[in-house]
T-cell receptor, first 114, second 115 residues
Framework: AQKITQTQPGMFVQEKEAVTLDCTYD???????LFWYKQPSSGEMIFLIY??????QNATEGRYSLNFQKARKSANLVISASQLGDSAMYFC???????????FGDGTTLTVKP | DVKVTQSSRYLVKRTGEKVFLECVQD?????MFWYRQDPGLGLRLIYF???????EKGDIPEGYSVSREKKERFSLILESASTNQTSMYLC??????????????FGPGTRLTVL
C-alpha cells in the first residue's frame, strides 16, 4: 500500500524568504507520480506541481519547485520568495497506478508572516 | 482551464434525510472522485468512477452511494444522513492518460452539516 508522510503540521516563514515543506513516500511501484496541492482557507484544492518517478530533472512551476530525491523517497516542495497569499494548507499526494487514484498526506499548514 | 463545480458550498440537513451532492466537470475527464476531508484525518476517498455508469469503492464507502449517468456529472448520495457525515466533501476529476500522471482537479468543496 502507498503511504505519504508529511511530518510538519505547521510551518512559519517570513515574507520574501524561501521555505521547504517536507514529504516522504512509500511505494513498491516503479511508475508513480507525485503532486503538491494548496488549500487556502476557502477550501478549494489547487494543483501546484507534478513530478513523475522517471523524470530526471526536478519539476519547477514559477516560484514552486519540487526537490525529488528518489533514493530517499522524498518529494519536498520549495516555495521561493514567500508571499502573504501563500498562507494555506499544503498537501503532498502520490498517484496509484491502479485507475489513477491518489493517496494524500495529512497536510502542512504554512503561515507567512509580514 | 479545468472547471469542476459543486452544487452547493454550504448545506445543512437533518438526520435521516436523503442528501444529493452534485459535481460537474467541463473538461471531458474520464475519472471522477469523491473525498471527504476531516480535521486530523486528511482526505479520504469515498468512491471513484473511471467511466460512465462505472464506480469503484474507495476507502470509506459505507453510508454513501454514487451515480454517474453522464460523463461530466458524478453524484454522491447519502441515503440517510447521520451526524457523523458532517464534513467537507470534495469532488475531483482527471483525464485518463496514464494512471501515474493523472493530475486531479478539484471543485470548491461542499461543507455539509447534519443536525
Amino acid at each position: 500500500a502507498q503511504k505519504i508522510t508529511q511530518t510538519q503540521p505547521g510551518m512559519f516563514v517570513q515574507e520574501k524568504e524561501a521555505v521547504t515543506l517536507d514529504c516522504t513516500y512509500d511505494t513498491s511501484d516503479q511508475s508513480y507520480g507525485l503532486f503538491w496541492y494548496k488549500q487556502p482557507s476557502s477550501g478549494e484544492m489547487i494543483f501546484l506541481i507534478y513530478q513523475g518517478s522517471y523524470d530526471e530533472q526536478n519539476a519547477t512551476e514559477g516560484r514552486y519547485s519540487l526537490n525529488f530525491q528518489k533514493a530517499r523517497k522524498s518529494a519536498n516542495l520549495v516555495i521561493s520568495a514567500s508571499q502573504l497569499g501563500d498562507s494555506a494548507m499544503y498537501f503532498c499526494a502520490m498517484s496509484d497506478t491502479n485507475a489513477g487514484k491518489s493517496t494524500f498526506g495529512d497536510g502542512t499548514t504554512l503561515t507567512v508572516k509580514p | 482551464d479545468v472547471k469542476v463545480t459543486q452544487s452547493s458550498r454550504y448545506l445543512v440537513k437533518r438526520t435521516g434525510e436523503k442528501v444529493f451532492l452534485e459535481c460537474v466537470q467541463d473538461m471531458d475527464h474520464e475519472n471522477m472522485f469523491w473525498y471527504r476531508q476531516d480535521p486530523g484525518l486528511g482526505l479520504r476517498l469515498i468512491y471513484f468512477s473511471y467511466d460512465v455508469k462505472m464506480k469503484e469503492k474507495g476507502d470509506i464507502p459505507e453510508g454513501y452511494s454514487v451515480s454517474r449517468e453522464k460523463k461530466e456529472r458524478f453524484s454522491l448520495i447519502l441515503e440517510s444522513a447521520s451526524t457523523n457525515q458532517t464534513s467537507m466533501y470534495l469532488c475531483a476529476s482527471s483525464v485518463r492518460v496514464t494512471p501515474s500522471t493523472d493530475t486531479q482537479y478539484f471543485g470548491p468543496g461542499t461543507r455539509l452539516t447534519v443536525l
